[in-house]
């Protein structure tokens, strides 16, 4: 699902759209269809096919910016300043409205809409051009199947229940009530569509993305034999092709900022969102973030001090490779804001920072939880720390990890270690990990639906309401936000009916 920069827009007009309104309104699921090519006209050849394929993503620039921000707020890693509006306000707050454009699903929908349009068109292309043939054709399913697996899961994971859309967009009937299916429910059916096209013997076959959201999947449902079946197979591939996701030495001399310029191009970026001011793709990423423009959100003091109780590998006190002057820093005035989108110095265009969706430490750090639960802590270990390249023996099915140097090695941060007389050994590493989690990933939208995960799995909704309150200076308000978040009801964007 990696996208390529100097290509979606410039086949942006070529490409066939579906021309639709979603509305978070009384008529949410209401569409209004414009004139449009028929799919016989559009449906051709093999730039066809690539054109739509790639036209899909468009709508990710508006999903991924606004998922960034929604979650950090939602979450322990940020929160508002005093240029904040309203909105921005009571999503800090937890108080949800169909009203808030910020937590609109509309760009959801519209992205599953339209590649309903485009799969069951693809195969007539087939017909016409000798060059796109059933594997291709097979690849281009598989993929757009990815991509509105993805999509589905975020609006489960934000809303707790989603609004099936029927696959025939030509017998779409807004009048009909969409038939609801819960965060479980839709699980189970995302991985009944993505199976199919997975192939163990052919790891070339679909992009790395698939692998991984069928691990994440398998993760959030508790079934961690098969997360760590997807998730290890996503890092290394079959005989060990896929290197570039495995966060081996070849990487130690690369500075971990500079994931997050360019990322699109990175290797071990498996899928990012590209923007670009000169092209009218405008990141308010960096305006929402930045002191020199709108800056109205900021890092939480949590998140601050976490990055600074690190040690480094030669002993140096905090986080010097992830933490401030990276993903965070601070004003000559002591103000305090997020800089992980304004990284690319000039002369480089502003407003033009690519949000990932999955790399490699993030996939690294979700194998770390699934082989923690799956009773194989000391690789968890491995991954989180140094990496399976210190340790020996390698164990079975690592044997050929003999370059990996694990999220903190790869930060040239000291290893965490278990201390003795843990009485849960299990949820001590998988704290160590969520931590992990919170300073690799930051601002990159993850924390929120971590936090909720780990609760939900433990049956402790103390778990995120302790660290959510935390954030607020205010007692009354930390006391009155920990109430409201011991109830898991409250954890999710209930969907405007």
């Not at 779409?172 to 819960?182: I, K, M």
Request: glycine share 6%; net charge negative.
């Amino acid at each position: 699902m990696k996208i390529k920069r100097n290509f979606i827009w410039k086949i942006t007009l070529s490409v066939f759209f579906v021309a639709l309104i979603v509305s978070c309104s009384d008529d949410f699921f209401d569409t209004n269809t414009g004139g449009r090519i028929t799919p016989d006209q559009h449906y051709n050849s093999f730039l066809d096919a690539e054109a739509s394929y790639q036209g899909c993503f468009v709508f990710l620039q508006d999903i991924a910016e606004k998922l960034v921000l929604v979650q950090g707020l939602l979450s322990d890693e940020m929160t508002v300043t005093e240029n904040a509006d309203v909105d921005l306000i009571d999503i800090n707050l937890h108080e949800y409205s169909a009203a808030n454009p910020y937590v609109d699903p509309a760009d959801y929908y519209k992205l599953i809409i339209n590649i309903n349009e485009v799969l069951p068109n693809l195969e007539q292309i087939t017909l016409k051009d000798r060059d796109f043939d059933s594997a291709f054709l097979f690849q281009f399913q598989g993929a757009l199947i990815t991509m509105r697996s993805w999509a589905y899961f975020m609006l489960a994971k934000i809303n707790g229940e989603v609004g099936l859309i029927s696959a025939d967009v030509s017998n779409l009937d807004p009048s009909n009530t969409p038939t609801y299916l819960s965060k479980d429910q839709i699980i189970d059916e995302l991985i009944n569509k993505l199976y199919p096209y997975y192939d163990e013997d052919d790891i070339f076959r679909y992009p790395i993305d698939h692998y991984v959201l069928l691990g994440e999947l398998y993760l959030e449902k508790g079934n961690y034999e098969n997360a760590v079946k997807f998730l290890k197979f996503a890092c290394d591939g079959k005989a060990m092709v896929r290197r570039e996701y495995m966060l081996g030495n070849d990487f130690a001399d690369e500075d971990w900022e500079s994931i997050f310029i360019n990322s699109v191009s990175r290797s071990t970026v498996a899928t990012a969102v590209p923007y670009s001011l000169r092209d009218g793709q405008e990141n308010m990423l960096e305006s929402w973030m930045s002191t020199t423009y709108d800056y109205l959100v900021k890092p939480s003091d949590i998140l601050m001090n976490s990055y600074m109780m690190q040690t480094q590998v030669n002993g140096d006190p905090g986080d010097g490779y992830r933490g401030i002057g990276i993903s965070l820093d601070t004003t000559k005035a002591g103000i305090p804001y997020i800089s992980k989108y304004s990284l690319d110095r000039p002369p480089s265009i502003p407003h033009s920072a690519d949000v990932i969706l999955y790399r490699a430490a993030d996939i690294h750090l979700l194998l770390a939880e699934a082989l923690n639960r799956n009773g194989q802590q000391d690789i968890a270990l491995a991954l989180l720390n140094d990496g399976i390249s210190n340790m020996s023996p390698r164990p079975p099915g690592y044997t050929k990890w003999s370059s990996n140097i694990g999220v903190r090695g790869r930060a040239y941060m000291k290893n965490r270690v278990v201390p003795g007389g843990v009485e849960d050994r299990t949820e001590y590493i998988e704290d160590l990990i969520m931590e992990e989690r919170a300073m690799e990933l930051a601002f990159e939208g993850k924390r929120w639906f971590d936090l909720v995960r780990i609760a939900e799995r433990r049956n402790d909704p103390a778990y995120l309401a302790d660290k959510i309150a935390a954030k607020f200076d205010d007692p009354a308000v930390a006391e009155q936000m920990r109430i409201k978040l011991m109830d898991p009801a409250n954890w999710y964007m209930p969907i405007p009916r």
